[in-house]
């Protein structure tokens, strides 16, 4: 899969285009069943399925304080969109010159030199300077620039449409099982293991500490029974997101503890936390005794529920 940031990266020999747009945050069953009609069009009609992302959710350079984060990183979204048989991506810096584009600027800065001959959006896409393009507009600017333009509808988990936003609000609540049913996969968080207090080992449960730049959003404050991915080796694992007071500046850590397993040295490795169910959410205890009950049995049900 090619990745490019600018459509003058594009090789000269490279097929012309069938191009998706959107942020693709998260790259949820809706996003993948777009994927699905892009592909399978290009195998079709011998194009290169691309997808044109943003750096940033847009809202990110209008209203930074109310952005919703992502809920997976950049490499994270490599990963799925290659896996999805994407051939190329291009990943557009959304910045005010982008923002101020409108929409017969944007086709032509953009999908013009991306040799597009199709253009599929999701249902109510809206492109260009305010949000004033729609996909009659894409529709007609397409006619005179060589390419069509196909709306893609919404998947519906029960009544309400599967979407980044629902996602992110099951996540925040905990529900990683229910989040998994819309992503059509786990979610995960994935990171350096870097060197922690060191107070796990201490009590009998040693923990990798995830390095506060891990791609994919983290969870609620609590514990998750899951598994951690190491060196191409999947571990039973009690994941626990949690506040550390100490660190003011990013408060919430991730550790996991591989179950059963003491001897592990993860340091300087890039692992994943796949989470695959909520045992228990946060609280505080009064003793370090207290404390070390509640994660053995924390460790125990996340066994459990593992099938462990």
Known sequence: MLQITSPDQLPEDFADTAVAIGKFDGVHLGHQQL?????ELSEEAGLAATVFTFDRHPRTLFDPAGAPRSIIGPIQKAALLEGAGIDLVLTASFDKALASLSPEEFVAKYLVPLRARVVMVGE???????GKGTIDDLRRIGQSQ???????????????????TRIRALLDEGEVAEAAILLGRNHETTGVVEHGRKLGRTIGFPTANISRAA??????????????????VRYPAAHSVGTNDSVAEVPRLLESHVIGRDDLDLYDQIVTCEYVAKVRGWAKFDSLEA???QIGKDVAVAASLLGE
């Open 146 to 164: 060589g390419f069509s333009a196909r709306e893609v509808r919404n998947v519906n988990l029960g009544a309400s449409k599967i979407s980044s």
């Open 215 to 232: 791609e994919g959003y983290l969870p609620a404050d609590g514990v998750y029974a899951g598994y951690l991915l190491a060196n191409g």
């Open 124 to 130: 109510g896409f809206r492109f260009g300077s305010g």
């Open 35 to 39: 994927f699905h009609e892009l592909v």
């Open 291 to 293: 404390l070390v009950e």
